[in-house]
């Protein structure tokens, strides 16, 4: 950072030779003497500062040296020699006259300038990075940050050091302030609303951005494509689901309220997003995409849908609203969920059950994501064209990004079930392959080491 200094216009002592006749001397100093008494009648000019009292006694004293008699003996004024001072702006050697010093570096008046702006500084504070100099206000809007959510300068704290969050992944840097000033932020992809682009109300209190909102879930239809789509990719990695599992795209209360009914205590994360039931219910799905007026959800339209238990797993439902590859990695997990139970694995931990289950959702995030990618574990003997690529040609750059953040959303959690569980469950796949993992599970219960 540049260090802030106050400058004063500083008079530059004349070099003279010993052997110059006293005449010349008289001249010379009867020259500086009124150039001093011109200097004096001037106003000051804005920012040189330091001339004042003690330039009028040095002219004072030179006038009075001129009314005493010439007989009495001159003493030369020693300086630094000649092509000492080289100004830093024109770098041109600074001769006799005025000139400014800052930080060991030398300046002619006219040659002092913003470094960014290119005006002389006249201002008796100023900024240097290095040996470049600022204007205060030119250095901060370079320089200083500003909030990406309120678009002003992010202030400084007590100490007076600038603070600011930014978010892991994305980088978005905001104030403070907007982590309690209840600022929307994306129930998707977790960054801020801006001042300059507003969000969209889900009416559940969620908040979604213009990104995500690009490719989000909104109907049945479109849900029913992508659950089918994830359903080949187990069969292609030879964990076919036989069975006809029900697929409901709810709203948040009736998530929450499904998850109040389930009996078995599974293990669930704070924010619920996706659930595999094992109780008979009734629950009320979405019947068709809802209009959007102005930044809000309009003309949601539902209907209380009756499960009843044909298996071990009575349905699969998935929160609404989320961007197609949230809402896959989410139907990924709750499949696996419905694989183990139909196979037989029960009464598994939740830090091993969530672990395999959130393995699965970052594979299939993967083959979505990365080029080339088929997250296919290494003892599969399914090969990878039988992997459906789900739209993967067509992604935008847009949708590419937001599943890298997902995958980072799973990798880096720090819960213990989703976070530690996956984990410790893709080392193991890695190691082991899956299928040997998956059989170590049924036997065991915990994962290989």
């Known amino acids: 950072m540049g260090k802030k200094t106050c400058f004063m216009d500083q008079l530059n002592q004349c070099c003279y030779q010993d052997d110059r006749s006293k005449v010349e001397n008289e001249d010379l100093d009867r020259a500086i003497a009124l150039s001093l008494d011109e200097d004096a009648k001037r106003p000051n000019a804005a920012g040189y500062k330091g001339r004042g009292n ?12 001129l009314s005493m008699s010439s007989s009495q003996p001159y003493y030369p004024v020693q300086v ?9 702006g024109c770098h041109h050697e600074i001769g006799y006259g005025h000139y400014l010093s800052c930080m060991g570096t030398f300046w002619h008046p006219q040659c002092f300038r ?4 290119g005006q002389i500084i006249y201002e008796s504070e100023f900024t240097l990075s290095g040996i470049d100099p600022y204007h205060k206000s030119c250095y901060k809007e370079l320089h200083h940050p500003k909030c990406d959510v309120c678009h002003e300068f992010i202030p400084t704290n007590r100490a007076g050091l600038i603070e600011y969050r930014a ?36 009416g559940d209190g969620r908040s979604l951005c213009l990104e995500c909102l690009d490719s989000a879930i909104m109907d049945i239809v479109d849900c029913q494509s992508l659950y089918h789509s994830i359903r080949d990719y187990y069969e292609g990695m030879n964990m076919k689901i036989n069975q006809q599992i029900p697929m409901l795209l709810v709203e948040r209360q009736a998530l929450n309220e499904a998850m109040e009914g389930e009996k078995d205590g599974h293990h ?26 102005g930044n809000r959800i309009l003309d949601m339209r539902t209907f209380p849908q009756k499960l009843t238990r044909q298996c071990e797993v009575t349905a699969i439902l998935v929160l ?29 931990s939740p830090d091993v059950e969530e672990g395999i289950c959130q393995v699965l959702a970052h594979m299939w995030l993967e083959s979505e994501v990365l080029p080339g990618s088929t997250s296919m574990p290494s003892s599969s ?10 739209k993967k040609a067509g992604k935008s750059a847009t ?3 937001l599943g890298e953040f997902f995958m980072h959303q799973i990798a880096q959690d720090t819960s213990p079930a989703y976070g530690e569980g996956f984990r410790a469950a893709n080392a193991a796949v890695n190691k082991y392959g899956l299928r040997r993992t998956l059989e170590h599970i049924r036997l065991r219960g915990n994962f290989p080491m």
């Not at 006694?57 to 040296?65: G, H, K, M």
């Not at 630094?80 to 830093?88: E, Q």
């Not at 801020?192 to 889900?202: A, G, N």
């Not at 619920?272 to 007026?293: A, F, M, N």
């Open 320 to 348: 609404y609203g989320l961007p197609r590859l949230l809402t896959g990695s989410i139907l990924a997990h709750e499949l696996m969920h419905g694989w183990l139970r139909l196979r037989g694995y029960q009464n598994l």
């Open 54 to 65: 003690d330039d009028d006694e040095l002219a004072r004293a030179i006038q009075e040296s």
């Open 268 to 293: 669930h994360m704070p924010e619920t997003r996706g659930l595999c039931l094992s109780e008979e219910q009734t629950v009320s799905s979405i019947l068709r995409r809802p209009k959007i007026g």
């Open 80 to 88: 630094l020699p000649r092509g000492y001072r080289i100004c830093g």
């Open 399 to 401: 949708d590419k990004k």
């Open 114 to 117: 913003c470094h960014a702006c």
């Open 167 to 202: 978010h892991p992944f994305w980088g978005q840097k905001y104030c403070p302030s907007h982590e309690h000033d209840r600022t929307p932020r994306c129930c998707s992809c977790e960054r801020m609303e801006s001042r300059s682009r507003r969000y969209i109300c889900l």
């Open 381 to 390: 003997s399914s090969s990878s064209s039988s992997i459906p690529s789900s």
